[in-house]
């Protein structure tokens, strides 16, 4: 955990703003790490307060470190909020179900709970991958607290296609072919049946970091301007170095890395008529767009805005940050 500490604090160290870092405390005892990012230039210190703020959910392995290139231009005029899932980063390890629906609760009561203590009424909640599947399910839970939901390139939507003939094929003319799954993913997915996902890096020992080097080389790119070395891929490492936790919540949530054993398409239906739902997806990613337009179908008229941007892959607020930043800022600007 020392090691996962100096290497976000080596990232955090980029931020121009205010940042609150520390451990939030629940009920039950379990710790969620947390950021709180503020613009310490704002000329009135109480009108950025009294904005809805914003809440980033990060996804499958990752931590708050991954959002390096947004928490200061979110943060200009409304609070950020920014924590490790339960299970993930810095936050505390419990044990998970693996039953799919228990282990989906147990994620989603620790975001109400981390919610309660920190003292937020309202807010805008933002979930890449993971963390936008789990940010669904809590919007669908707890409305009342979700002024606009934000979904980034969200695993967990479709169902998993069964097989069909090729009379079948080229019928449906919006959807769009996915890009093929990277060589990670497809790394992880062989063991996948076996191990905990990420068992591999854990079994690699010392040589974990150059594993996660030599598998994700993309993000090493995506903050080649920041850091000159491995920082990036290091700090993905000592997140998913530690005792499994999370990744067995998600390993009981999900069939394979694509699918999930209870996908959110079946539950979209139970979202409020009037929360104004954005799904944001990458044009290169391996998710495929076509689910968000799905969801806009089955909520008819309710306020629902499918994105595309262009260049970026999965992890749309780091390939296109300017862009992502421009487009959630806009979005947050529509609530208050």
Known sequence: MSLLKTAEAKILACLHNDVW?????????????TLTVTNKTARRASEQASKTPLVMVHGFGGGVG??????????????????????????????????AELAEDQSVTSIEQWRQTVGLERMILLGHSLGGYLATSYAIRYPDRVSHLILVDPWGFPERPQPQANENAGQSLEVRRPAPPPRWVKAIASVFSLFNPL??????????????????PDFKRKFEDLFDDNTMTEYLYHCNAQT?????????????LG???????????????????????GSRSWVDNSSGHRVAQIRGQSPTLVMVIRNASHHVYADEYEEFNNVVQKLCDTVD
């Open 21 to 33: 870092a520390r451990f939030v405390t629940l009920p039950d005892h379990n710790r969620i790490w």
């Open 259 to 281: 699918w999930a054993k209870r996908p959110m398409m079946h539950r979209v239906h139970l979202l409020p008529p009037s929360l104004p739902v954005t799904m944001l997806y």
């Open 244 to 256: 499994p936790s999370g990744e067995v919540g998600f390993r009981a949530m999900s069939e394979s």
């Open 66 to 99: 991954l959002w390096i290139r947004n928490l200061d231009a979110l943060s200009r005029a409304r609070p950020v909020h920014a924590f490790d899932l339960l299970g993930f980063g810095r936050s505390s390890r419990p044990p998970f179900s693996t039953d």
């Open 199 to 216: 068992a591999v890096i854990r079994a690699a020992g010392p040589w974990g970091p150059g594993l996660v080097t030599r598998f994700r």
